[in-house]
C-alpha cells in the first residue's frame, strides 16, 4: 500500500474513532446505563434489550479492534503485495479470533442483560453517576494509551535488563548490571553525563535568565527573542550538523570552512592571542564560578534554616549533593584558569576541535546550551513580567541599585520558576543522544548513557545489557520528576 494512502487511512481511522467513542460512550452512559427519563411498561424490556445490544456490541468493537484489526490490515497488505503464504497464514489466525470476538461479544451482551435491571430508573441517582463515570470517560483513551506506550515498555524494559534474550528469555538476575558496571565505557558515560548535568542546565538558566532581563529593556525586545528563540525549532540532529561544520577541519595550506578554525589561525601570539584566549576565557570561567557559587549558596542555605525550608531530609541530602557539585564546579574552573595562563598554544595549527578530550565534550554541550537557551529564557521572561511592580519601586525608592534589584528582588521571587526550568534542562540532558550521536558517536571520550544504551541494543545485539543502561537512565530522571512534584505542590499551597 502506498504510505500516502496507508498515513491517509490511519489519520481517518484515527480521528474517526475518537470521535466515535466519545459520541457513542456519552450516549450510552446517557441513554442506556443510566437513563433520566421514565419509561412506560412496553418500554421496559426493550430498553433492557437495547442495553444489552450496546453494550454486546461495544464489546464486540473492542475486541475486533484489539484482536481482528491487525489480522485484517495485515490480510490486506497481503492481497496487495501478492503473498499467498501470508494470507493463508493470517487465514487461519483469522478463524480462530473471530470465534473469541464472538464469545466476548456474546459474554457482554448476557452479562448486561443479566445486571441492567428492568424497573424504573432513578432519574437523581442517574444523573449523579454519569456526573461521576463521565471524566473517566475522556480520560481512558489517554490512561491506556500511556499504558500501552509508557508502563509496559517501562517493565518490558525491566524484564529485559534481568533476562538474556540469547538463552531464550531465561532469568540472570542483576548479571546484566553487574556486566555494565564492569565496562569502563559505562563509566565513561556516567561521568560525562554528570558533567554534562552541572554545565547544561546551569549555563543555559542563566543565559536564558540574563536574556529575559536584558530583551525587557530594549525597544526591539521582541525581535531579539525571537531570535533567540528561534534555535527551539532546529532539531538536534540539525543543530549537529550546523555545529559540526563550526568545528570542521581542514589541512594547513586550504580554506578553513569551519568558523572556529578560521578564527583560531587568525592569532600568533601577540597581544590580541593573549587577550582573547587567556584573559577572556579567564573571565568567563570567573564568571561561571561565581554563579555556581550563587546557586550552590541559595540550594544549601534553606539547610541551615530548618527541616522545613529544606523539605525534609531526604530534600536536605539533595541540595548538599547540589552543593558539593558547585563545590568541585568551582574548583574545576578555577583549575582551569590556572591552566589557561600555563598552557602552550599550537598557534598556526587547524585544530581537531571534536577530538580534544575532555574539551571536546564542552563542544557539544554548546550546542545544546544555544537550544535550550530560548526555552529557558521564554519561561522566565513570563516569570520576570509577573512580578508585582510594588516591590520593585519599593526597592527604588530604598535606594536599591539594578544589581541588588535583580538578585535580591526580582531572583527570590521567581525561584520556583528557575528551578522547574533548571530541572527540566536537566531531564532533557539525561536523555541526551541526537548531539553525540551526530558529530562524535561517543568516541574520544564523550560518551553519554543514550548513546551507550543505542550502542549495546542495536549494535552489540545486547538486550540485557543495553536495558539495564535504560533502567539506570529512568532511576536518574526519576528523583528529579520528584523534586519537580514537590515544588509544583508547594506552589499550589
Not at 19 to 24: A, D, M
Not at 375 to 385: C, D, E, Q, Y
Given at each position: 500500500?502506498?504510505?500516502?494512502?496507508?498515513?491517509?487511512?490511519?489519520?481517518?481511522?484515527?480521528?474517526?474513532?475518537?470521535?466515535?467513542?466519545?459520541?457513542?460512550?456519552?450516549?450510552?452512559?446517557?441513554?442506556?446505563?443510566?437513563?433520566?427519563?421514565?419509561?412506560?411498561?412496553?418500554?421496559?424490556?426493550?430498553?433492557?434489550?437495547?442495553?444489552?445490544?450496546?453494550?454486546?456490541?461495544?464489546?464486540?468493537?473492542?475486541?475486533?479492534?484489539?484482536?481482528?484489526?491487525?489480522?485484517?490490515?495485515?490480510?490486506?497488505?497481503?492481497?496487495?503485495?501478492?503473498?499467498?503464504?501470508?494470507?493463508?497464514?493470517?487465514?487461519?489466525?483469522?478463524?480462530?479470533?473471530?470465534?473469541?470476538?464472538?464469545?466476548?461479544?456474546?459474554?457482554?451482551?448476557?452479562?448486561?442483560?443479566?445486571?441492567?435491571?428492568?424497573?424504573?430508573p432513578n432519574i437523581g441517582r442517574n444523573i449523579n453517576r454519569a456526573e461521576m463515570i463521565r471524566p473517566w470517560l475522556f480520560?481512558?483513551?489517554?490512561?491506556?494509551?500511556?499504558?500501552?506506550?509508557?508502563?509496559?515498555?517501562?517493565?518490558?524494559?525491566?524484564?529485559?535488563?534481568?533476562?538474556?534474550?540469547?538463552?531464550?528469555?531465561?532469568?540472570?538476575?542483576?548479571?546484566?548490571?553487574?556486566?555494565?558496571?564492569?565496562?569502563?565505557?559505562?563509566?565513561?558515560?556516567?561521568?560525562?553525563?554528570?558533567?554534562?548535568?552541572?554545565?547544561?542546565?546551569?549555563?543555559?538558566?542563566?543565559?536564558?535568565?540574563?536574556?529575559?532581563?536584558?530583551?525587557?529593556?530594549?525597544?526591539?525586545?521582541?525581535?531579539?527573542?525571537?531570535?533567540?528563540?528561534?534555535?527551539?525549532?532546529?532539531?538536534?540532529?540539525?543543530?549537529?550538523?550546523?555545529?559540526?561544520?563550526?568545528?570542521?577541519?581542514?589541512?594547513?595550506?586550504?580554506?578553513?570552512?569551519?568558523?572556529?578554525?578560521?578564527?583560531?589561525?587568525?592569532?600568533?601570539?601577540?597581544?590580541?592571542?593573549?587577550?582573547?584566549?587567556?584573559?577572556?576565557?579567564?573571565?568567563?570561567?570567573?564568571?561561571?564560578?561565581?554563579?555556581?557559587?550563587?546557586?550552590?549558596?541559595?540550594?544549601?542555605?534553606?539547610?541551615?534554616?530548618?527541616?522545613?525550608?529544606?523539605?525534609?531530609?531526604?530534600?536536605?541530602?539533595?541540595?548538599?549533593?547540589?552543593?558539593?557539585?558547585?563545590?568541585?564546579?568551582?574548583?574545576?574552573?578555577?583549575?582551569?584558569?590556572?591552566?589557561?595562563?600555563?598552557?602552550?598554544?599550537?598557534?598556526?595549527?587547524?585544530?581537531?576541535?571534536l577530538t580534544i578530550p575532555f574539551w571536546n565534550s564542552f563542544l557539544l554541550m554548546v550546542v545544546l546550551i544555544w537550544i535550550?537557551?530560548?526555552?529557558?529564557?521564554?519561561?522566565?521572561?513570563?516569570?520576570?513580567?509577573?512580578?508585582?511592580?510594588?516591590?520593585?519601586?519599593?526597592?527604588?525608592?530604598?535606594?536599591?541599585?539594578?544589581?541588588?534589584?535583580?538578585?535580591?528582588?526580582?531572583?527570590?521571587?521567581?525561584?520556583?520558576?528557575?528551578?522547574?526550568?533548571?530541572?527540566?534542562?536537566?531531564?532533557?540532558?539525561?536523555?541526551?543522544?541526537?548531539?553525540?550521536?551526530?558529530?562524535?558517536?561517543?568516541?574520544?571520550?564523550?560518551?553519554?548513557?543514550?548513546?551507550?544504551?543505542?550502542?549495546?541494543?542495536?549494535?552489540?545485539?545486547?538486550?540485557?545489557?543495553?536495558?539495564?543502561?535504560?533502567?539506570?537512565?529512568?532511576?536518574?530522571?526519576?528523583?528529579?520528576?520528584?523534586?519537580?512534584?514537590?515544588?509544583?505542590?508547594?506552589?499550589?499551597?
Open positions: 500500500m502506498n504510505p500516502a494512502l496507508q498515513g491517509l487511512l490511519t489519520i481517518i481511522i484515527g480521528v474517526g474513532g475518537c470521535v466515535s467513542y466519545f459520541y457513542f460512550s456519552n450516549m450510552f452512559l446517557d441513554k442506556v446505563l443510566f437513563p433520566t427519563r421514565k419509561f412506560s411498561e412496553d418500554q421496559l424490556r426493550p430498553h433492557r434489550l437495547k442495553t444489552a445490544i450496546f453494550v454486546g456490541a461495544f464489546v464486540f468493537a473492542i475486541a475486533f479492534a484489539f484482536l481482528l484489526l491487525p489480522l485484517l490490515v495485515q490480510w490486506i497488505s497481503s492481497i496487495i503485495k501478492g503473498d499467498p503464504l501470508t494470507e493463508t497464514i493470517v487465514a487461519a489466525f483469522a478463524l480462530r479470533r473471530i470465534v473469541l470476538v464472538l464469545i466476548v461479544g456474546g459474554l457482554g451482551f448476557g452479562l448486561a442483560y443479566l445486571l441492567v435491571g428492568g424497573g424504573q480520560v481512558a483513551p489517554a490512561v491506556l494509551a500511556l499504558s500501552l506506550y509508557l508502563a509496559y515498555p517501562v517493565f518490558a524494559t525491566l524484564w529485559y535488563s534481568v533476562t538474556d534474550r540469547s538463552k531464550g528469555d531465561a532469568f540472570v538476575g542483576f548479571a546484566n548490571y553487574r556486566q555494565m558496571f564492569s565496562e569502563p565505557k559505562f563509566w565513561e558515560a556516567m561521568s560525562n553525563n554528570m558533567l554534562w548535568l552541572i554545565v547544561v542546565p546551569a549555563a543555559a538558566t542563566a543565559f536564558g535568565l540574563l536574556a529575559a532581563q536584558l530583551t525587557d529593556r530594549i525597544r526591539w525586545g521582541q525581535i531579539a527573542k525571537s531570535l533567540i528563540f528561534m534555535p527551539m525549532a532546529i532539531s538536534f540532529v540539525g543543530a549537529a550538523v550546523i555545529f559540526k561544520l563550526i568545528y570542521d577541519t581542514r589541512p594547513v595550506d586550504s580554506n578553513q570552512i569551519g568558523v572556529l578554525n578560521a578564527v583560531w589561525l587568525l592569532f600568533d601570539g601577540g597581544v590580541g592571542s593573549v587577550v582573547m584566549l587567556r584573559i577572556v576565557p579567564a573571565l568567563c570561567l570567573a564568571g561561571f564560578a561565581a554563579i555556581v557559587g550563587y546557586v550552590g549558596y541559595i540550594f544549601a542555605r534553606p539547610i541551615f534554616a530548618s527541616e522545613e525550608n529544606g523539605g525534609g531530609w531526604g530534600f536536605i541530602a539533595l541540595r548538599a549533593l547540589v552543593a558539593v557539585g558547585a563545590v568541585w564546579l568551582i574548583w574545576l574552573s578555577l583549575g582551569s584558569i590556572f591552566g589557561l595562563f600555563t598552557a602552550s598554544f599550537p598557534y598556526g595549527e587547524p585544530q581537531n576541535w535550550q537557551t530560548g526555552f529557558a529564557m521564554v519561561i522566565l521572561s513570563a516569570a520576570l513580567r509577573g512580578i508585582p511592580e510594588e516591590t520593585i519601586e519599593a526597592a527604588i525608592i530604598d535606594g536599591a541599585n539594578p544589581l541588588q534589584i535583580f538578585f535580591k528582588i526580582k531572583v527570590p521571587q521567581i525561584m520556583g520558576t528557575i528551578v522547574v526550568v533548571w530541572t527540566t534542562i536537566t531531564i532533557v540532558v539525561l536523555k541526551v543522544f541526537d548531539i553525540v550521536f551526530a558529530m562524535t558517536n561517543g568516541q574520544w571520550e564523550t560518551q553519554v548513557l543514550a548513546n551507550y544504551m543505542y550502542d549495546k541494543l542495536f549494535r552489540a545485539n545486547d538486550w540485557g545489557v543495553g536495558s539495564a543502561a535504560a533502567m539506570t537512565i529512568m532511576l536518574l530522571v526519576t528523583p528529579i520528576l520528584v523534586w519537580n512534584v514537590y515544588n509544583a505542590r508547594k506552589e499550589m499551597r
